[in-house]
């Protein structure tokens, strides 16, 4: 059952919006708010989330707030790293969610936080359990980051690869268990009462390894996505109908994110795209799709005239 749908990811991090083209964000708080009063006309039941600022910034969200975005959303969602990449420390999380709580008068949801292994599996233990303690009885929702470890053959979702240096790395061992299917020690500190990330990847081939290990661990929780880049793919209906189907037995934050290059200022999956209003019409078309199950071949997006070359 999808239960909220979370507009973009880290729209904050030049990683996932391009923030040189948009400086000041209004390009992403017109698009949001189209599909956000799309979506809330189609589903008022589906909670509306702010996709996952990186880092935790008050002045963003202020900037947001200014643009009027944040009365179309139910919650405002964070992702914090810092036994990672953040500059400041765990015990920082509640002071942390209180900050943009209180800059944008929502409730505040966790939807990525978690520990690389890269330097050692006690790290995520600790990390683990410190999270728990200090953000389950905090928010409404937490997802730890991440259930499987990146294949070591893929890109990690990154612009800084050179400029991270090892760091980079670290995006590699954030999971649970291992690329080679062993699980880590962290695994047995789990509380099923927090949820998990997990992005599937397009013909994931991870996918049945991501359900037995969702339903192994007692997960309930899930926050996943599809790529709006994704969606016009061949056969991506075909591989999405897979993915939703099988995600039936779990409560489904469902992440909306990526531009198809084709209709960005700029072809990259991180651009504006040229017409703001087309990605409210991708957010129509999931949600009509797979939370309200009308017709499939009302949704072929190759009908979409507006969409015709991508």
């Not at 209004?26 to 989330?49: C, H, I, N, Q, W």
């Not at 990186?54 to 810092?82: K, M």
């Not at 690329?179 to 009462?193: I, Q």
Request: net charge negative; hydrophobic share 40%; glycine share 6%.
């Amino acid at each position: 059952m999808i239960e909220a749908i979370k507009f973009w990811n880290e729209p904050n991090n030049l990683s996932h919006w391009d923030f040189l083209i948009d400086p000041d964000w209004k390009d992403f708080s017109t698009m949001v708010e189209y599909a956000a009063k799309s979506v809330r006309k189609l589903s008022p039941g589906l909670k509306l989330v702010l996709g996952g600022i990186s880092p935790i910034d008050a002045n963003f969200i202020a900037l947001l707030r200014g643009h009027d975005l944040l009365s179309s959303l139910d919650a405002v969602a964070v992702h914090g790293f810092p036994l990672d990449w953040n500059h400041w420390k765990i015990n920082e999380w509640p002071d942390k969610v209180k900050e943009i709580e209180d800059i944008s008068g929502l409730p505040v949801w966790v939807t990525e936080v978690g520990v690389s292994t890269f330097g050692a599996d006690e790290v995520q233990v600790f990390g683990l359990q410190r999270t728990t303690e200090l953000l389950l009885k905090r928010v409404e929702r937490i997802y730890w980051y991440s259930l499987l470890d990146l294949p070591p053959t893929w890109e990690a979702t990154t612009r800084h690869k050179e400029s991270e240096g090892s760091a980079y790395y670290r995006h590699f061992y954030m999971g649970l268990i291992r690329a080679d299917g062993t699980p880590k020690p962290a695994v047995d500190y789990f509380n099923p009462e927090m949820g998990i990330c997990q992005w599937i990847h397009f013909e994931d081939h991870r996918l049945d390894e991501i359900i037995y290990w969702l339903r192994k661990m007692k997960v309930k929780k899930l926050r996943t996505g599809i790529s709006w880049a994704d969606w016009y793919r061949p056969n991506a209906f075909e591989w999405f109908d897979k993915q939703m189907n099988a995600l039936k037995e779990f409560d489904v934050t469902l992440t909306l994110c990526f531009t198809p290059p084709s209709i960005g200022k700029k072809e990259h999956h991180t651009s504006p795209p040229v017409d703001l209003g087309e990605y409210a019409y991708f957010a129509e078309q999931v949600v009509k799709r797979y939370v309200l199950n009308e017709s499939k071949d009302e949704q072929n997006p190759q009908s979409n005239k507006n969409l015709i070359g991508i």
